[in-house]
């Protein structure tokens, strides 16, 4: 079998979206075909199948899960840098962050930022290094969480190591302060890597997702454009129960709540459109 002649039809394209979609939320429709094949037969010359059918058969047979994570990991896009949508970063730090912490968080307790969809873990660090320069030396506490579905993302997260062009945003200043530069790579220093947990978290698990609770922040940037409306509703009335009273939701510059979830607040702050519980 060879790629050129693989390909399946519209009807197991179909089942196929259709079982990824109700265990992920990611949403695939016939212009994505192309994309989701190629990752398919990818899988299925790696574990010797040489029929499609087959091949559908042993992924929802595999009670160990193993064969669907790797296909998630095939599939998801994970494009992803530090400073990531600058403005939007600025107005946490300098309009949301000083109104979380005039509700106590930080120093009676530790203030909770989770990045929800983290990829390779440039967004979570992102946000470790602006609470420390705006809060550590001023003794207050945080926790920045980190979770995905990929699970190879989050092992690459977890050693801290990045290209350049990952840190081709970054301001000088911060480069030199947190991260060291070793044969080409930018390594993250421990005072950074220590504030991040990273764990895997399916925002479409209800039972996961029910662990998660507590948050004054939550980050789920460019993750929820791959979902349909319904998936998305979901994951947004999730959300709603993981955020403490008053907590801050920040989406993809191109993404809205209002229409997906009204029932969050719209805020509009100088730097960026923000949606608060
Ligand atoms: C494009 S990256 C966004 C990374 C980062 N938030 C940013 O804006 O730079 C999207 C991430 O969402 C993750 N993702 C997709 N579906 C998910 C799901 N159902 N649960 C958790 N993570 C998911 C993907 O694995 C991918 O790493």
Known sequence: MNRS???????????????????TGIFYD????????????????????EKFRDYFLYLRCDASGQEFQRLVNALTVNETYFFREYD????????????????????????????????????????????????????????????????EVLQQAEKGVYEQR???????????????????????????????RFYQVN??????????????????RNVLIYFDDRARREVALSFYESLRPGGFIFLGHSESMSRIAPIFRVRKFKNAIIYQK
């Open 88 to 151: 939007q970063l600025k107005c946490f730090a300098e309009e949301a962050l000083p109104e979380m912490l005039k509700g106590g968080c930080g120093r009676e307790r530790p203030l909770r930022v989770w990045s929800a969809g983290c990829s390779t873990g440039e967004e979570a660090y992102t946000l470790a290094i602006i609470l420390l320069e705006m809060l550590d030396s001023d003794g207050f506490g945080f926790e920045v969480h980190a979770t995905d579905i990929n699970d």
């Open 5 to 23: 002649s693989f390909s399946i039809s519209g009807e197991e394209f179909a089942r196929l979206a259709d079982y990824i979609y109700r265990r």
């Open 166 to 196: 990952s840190v081709r945003e970054v301001p000088s200043v911060y480069l030199e302060k947190y991260f060291v530069p070793v044969y080409g790579k930018y390594c993250l220093k421990p005072v950074v890597k220590e504030k991040v």
């Open 203 to 220: 925002l479409l698990d209800r039972a996961q997702m029910q662990k998660m609770r507590g948050f004054d922040a939550i980050f789920c």
């Open 30 to 49: 016939e212009n994505k075909r192309y994309y989701v094949e190629k990752r398919v037969f990818d899988r299925m010359k790696a574990t010797g199948h």
